[in-house]
């Protein structure tokens, strides 16, 4: 039509594009980070220098520790290896690295196993008051671990404690759960009693997330519940049980507290090396022999590490395989 000009829509296009993305001439600029900008070290700068005062200094300290030896005669002198060396020779260290692989084969496995019971037992709504169990299944991991082994030392105390008249009723009189043959299932039923509920948690909240479709998907091919849960619901929380099988692995190899806990009340039940961490304890505090309480604390890092790694290398390979 004559005497009408069309809308200039190119140009108020461009000009709001260059408004809002900053491309536009003269923009960019103004509005790009220089190179030289550090700010994002501020927010990390805490945390790096935390991990170097609380982690790596004190792993290089028991590293440059380890290679001296101290004696009453002779003062200080640097011994290359030889603290390396008694403690790689010493049957008391690996006889707690020994019992302590035992206690991780059995306490792993049963923890995560109940873990993951209850947690589809809430994840399907099975059990009334969801909410009020799930916080009593948790209430034992907030508990601290020294207050749990005091007080499963008066249930357990032979003679006077409820379990062992509960045994003595069952016709098993003069049960000792401290005793050397029974310490180590009774460690086992206390950590495992201390980190069900946390690991419980954690998978409950890795199952609320599996996709609904996929629930449905199998319900309409007919699948039973028992197939859905270990063939459907399993597999797609597998990160979350290898992230809370290295976490276990990693607390069963620094196991501590519990023993040590009931070693007042059987001595003798809990030996100088009863674990890797208790044979570092004794030999430095208890002997004062820091320079071989080092070198033992470092191979004990170093087994975790490639326990670690071998673990993780294994479940990785399994994952390409399938």
Do not use: C, H
Request: glycine share 10%; hydrophobic share 55%; aromatic share 16%.
């Amino acid at each position: 039509m004559a005497g009408v000009t069309a809308p200039p829509t190119r140009p108020m296009l461009g000009g709001f594009l260059t408004r809002a993305t900053g491309t536009g001439p003269g923009t960019g600029s103004r509005r790009a980070r220089p190179a030289g900008d550090r700010r994002g070290l501020l927010f990390v700068a805490p945390f790096i220098l935390f991990f170097l005062a609380f982690m790596l200094a004190p792993v290089g300290y028991a590293i440059y520790t380890s290679l001296f030896t101290s004696k009453l005669i002779g003062g200080t002198r640097f011994s290359w290896f030889a603290n390396y060396s008694q403690v790689l020779t010493s049957g008391e260290f690996w006889g707690g690295v020994e019992r302590v692989l035992v206690f991780w084969v059995v306490q792993v496995p049963v923890t995560l196993a109940l873990a993951f019971f209850f947690a589809v037992i809430f994840d399907l709504g099975l059990a009334r008051l969801g909410r009020f169990f799930r916080l009593v299944f948790f209430l034992p991991f907030a508990v601290p671990a020294v207050v749990a082994s005091v007080m499963w030392s008066f249930l357990l105390v032979p003679d006077f404690g409820p379990y062992a008249r509960l045994a003595a009723a069952l016709g098993f009189p003069g049960t000792n759960y401290f005793s050397p043959g029974l310490i180590l299932p009774t460690v086992i039923v206390i950590v495992v009693w201390e980190f069900t509920g946390y690991n419980m948690i954690i998978l409950y909240t890795a199952l609320k997330a599996v996709p609904k479709d996929v629930l449905y998907a199998a319900a309409i091919d007919g699948a039973p519940l028992w197939k859905v849960i270990l063939k459907v619901k399993l597999p797609m929380i597998r990160p979350a049980v290898v992230m809370l099988i290295f976490l276990n692995t990693i607390g069963a190899l620094q196991l501590f507290t519990e023993p040590m806990i009931l070693a007042t009340f059987q001595p003798q039940a809990i030996s100088f090396g009863f674990t890797p961490t208790i044979f570092v304890y004794n030999t430095s505090i208890g002997n004062g022999e820091y320079n071989l309480g080092a070198a033992a604390a470092v191979v004990l890092g170093l087994v975790i590490f490639a326990i670690s790694v071998g673990s993780r290398a294994f479940f990785r390979r399994k994952r390409e395989a399938a």
